[in-house]
């Protein structure tokens, strides 16, 4: 799809969402949503593009280990 949004985005969709709000501000943009599903769709879609080794239940963990090698 190409679409390319940011985490600053994502968290202000997701406080809006948890505060029930149907317009969304970030910098010096305003995005007005139909509904709570139109926001949740958005939500999703940016979850699978700025997390989407989360999304898709990919964790990656590091390794340490103390020590000399």
Known sequence: MGQTFTSDQLTALEAAIAQGA???????????????????????????????DLVNGNRRFGAFKKGLL
């Not at 949740?40 to 997390?51: G, H, S, W």
């Open 22 to 52: 149907l317009v969304v501000e970030y910098g010096d943009k305003r995005v007005e949503y139909r509904s709570l599903n139109e926001m949740l769709r958005i939500r999703d879609l940016m979850r699978e593009v700025v997390t989407p």
